[in-house]
């Protein structure tokens, strides 16, 4: 089956510190890759994705590379702002598999002054 | 924002009662998902429909059924409440590539 691996949070960092969450996925078939965001009280966010392997995702500036061959998909930022605290899932969907995601259990970020 | 809105936003029922919740979407799209936030489960899907009256089970679906009978709404019962049901839902959309969310819906059953 497919099945989505993300790092253990709570992660809590200082302004302008470089953010790493990672993510490594297993998957039957040739999956999409997917970075969401849920700020608190609120739904989740597309924030990146990536279609097919080498592919780089970017957005607000953050980036993840989809990276075939260690099966990852590891979500950065060089320098996090306050604002950036939220909630951070990694997802996959499988093409033709009724767009239906898998998403990992997703990784607490807090951005202290 | 893919003009998705749920309701109830926060309910409180008892163990055994009929609970209905409703996605109503504004976009057209064809998909939509039910799917439920717990912590430490991440998102799990439980239902999903790809168009009208057509809907399939997802990966927690014991204890849910779903109906589409217009394509812009999407309703979710749980047809006897059981503590383990107290959850957050959310509704989604299929646009393009993307899922799009709802606000959610905080359900607590005692």
């Known amino acids: 089956g497919n099945s989505v691996t993300q790092m253990e949070g709570p992660v809590t960092l200082s302004e302008e510190a470089f953010l790493t969450i990672n993510c490594t996925y297993t998957?039957?078939?040739?999956?999409?890759l997917f970075w969401y965001v849920q700020y608190p009280g609120e739904g989740l966010q597309l924030l990146l994705k990536?279609?097919?392997?080498?592919d780089k995702g970017s957005n607000k500036g953050f980036e993840a590379t989809y990276r075939k061959e260690t099966t990852s998909f590891h979500l950065e930022k060089g320098s996090v702002q306050v604002s950036d605290s939220a909630v951070y899932f990694c997802?996959?969907?499988?093409?033709?598999?009724?767009?239906?995601?898998?998403f990992g259990t997703g990784t607490q970020l807090k951005v202290e002054l | 924002d893919a003009g998705i809105t749920q309701s109830p936003r926060h309910k409180v029922t008892e163990t055994g009662t009929p609970v209905t919740l409703r996605c109503h979407q504004t976009?057209?799209?064809?998909?939509m998902y039910w799917y439920r936030q717990d912590p430490g489960h991440g998102l799990r899907l439980i239902h999903y429909?790809?168009?009208?009256?057509?809907?399939d089970k997802g990966e927690v679906s014991d204890g849910y059924s779903v109906s589409r009978s217009k394509t812009e709404d999407f309703l979710l019962t749980l047809e006897s409440a059981t503590s383990s049901q107290t959850s957050v839902y959310f509704c989604?959309?299929?646009?393009?590539?993307?899922?799009?969310f709802g606000p959610g819906t905080r359900l607590l059953v005692l």
């Open positions: 997802a996959l969907t499988i093409t033709g598999g009724g767009n239906k995601l898998t």
């Open positions: 998957a039957t078939g040739y999956p999409s």
């Open positions: 990536a279609t097919k392997a080498d």
């Open positions: 976009e057209n799209h064809r998909y």
């Open positions: 429909s790809y168009g009208v009256k057509d809907t």
């Open positions: 989604a959309t299929q646009g393009g590539e993307t899922q799009y």
